[in-house]
């Protein structure tokens, strides 16, 4: 089992910027691949980013492709979101997934263990 806690969402300005956070417990979490997804009012929880379990391939989705970042500290069981440039589209929940694994995945479906989500409100 992995336990997976997001933070660091919160009210932006559009072009502002906000990282998020995921804090992981539980089995090892270097060998595991991880993502984030977010989800709008709705909407279908979408893709936004993800990288295998070194972080040595990662994926972006063509909206944030450029402007957000995903990153992970392997030593504080932490993956990052870093997020620039932001926009009102980018208003959302946003989740962290874990998978267990060293291939990266950018299907939901992929994904065996999530967090409970952080609110991210970009105002125009």
């Known amino acids: 089992q992995v336990q997976l806690v997001e933070s660091g969402g919160g009210l932006a300005q559009a072009g502002g910027s906000l990282r998020l956070s995921c804090a992981a417990s539980g089995r090892t979490f270097s060998y595991y691949a991880m993502g984030w997804f977010r989800q709008a009012p709705g909407k279908e929880r979408e893709f936004v980013a993800a990288f295998n379990w070194s972080g040595s391939s990662t994926y972006y989705a063509d909206s944030v492709k450029g402007r957000f970042t995903i990153s992970r500290d392997n030593a504080k069981n932490t993956v990052y979101l870093q997020m620039n440039s932001l926009k009102p589209g980018d208003t959302a929940v946003y989740y962290c997934?874990?998978?267990?694994?060293?291939?990266?995945?950018?299907?939901?479906?992929?994904?065996?263990?999530w967090g409970q989500g952080t609110q991210v409100t970009v105002s125009s």
């Open positions: 997934a874990a998978r267990p694994g060293t291939g990266v995945a950018v299907k939901r479906g992929s994904y065996d263990y």
